[in-house]
């Protein structure tokens, strides 16, 4: 039986101490939550996976267990940040008419 080298064994038990905290269909969005994580001092690795009922990839923004639940909460803050502006945004689009409206003399 071949010996592993250290190295290696160490970069697979990190591997297998890491749960999948989110899962994304591309990897822009990965790499915007890996910098989100990055900067709350959260340890983060990007992995893509191949499903294997279609020919869908996603990948998982993996992290350390015991980060798990402040990970969560920083992803779900950064969404709940980023609906908000989008529902901004949505709202100035919807203000675009002249006043034509409201010059009617009512």
Known sequence: MAKRSKKTQKSQAKLQDL??????????????????LKVNDIPVVIKEQQTDSTD?????????????????????SQDAYDD??????????????????LDNGF
């Open 19 to 36: 749960v999948v905290a989110a899962l994304v269909e591309d990897s822009e969005q990965a790499k915007e939550y890996e910098t989100l």
């Open 56 to 76: 869908d990839k996603s990948v998982a923004i993996m992290v350390p267990e015991e980060f798990l639940d402040e990970a969560h909460v920083v992803i779900e």
């Open 84 to 101: 908000f502006y989008d529902f901004a945004l949505e709202d100035e689009d919807d203000d675009d008419f002249d006043g034509e409206l």
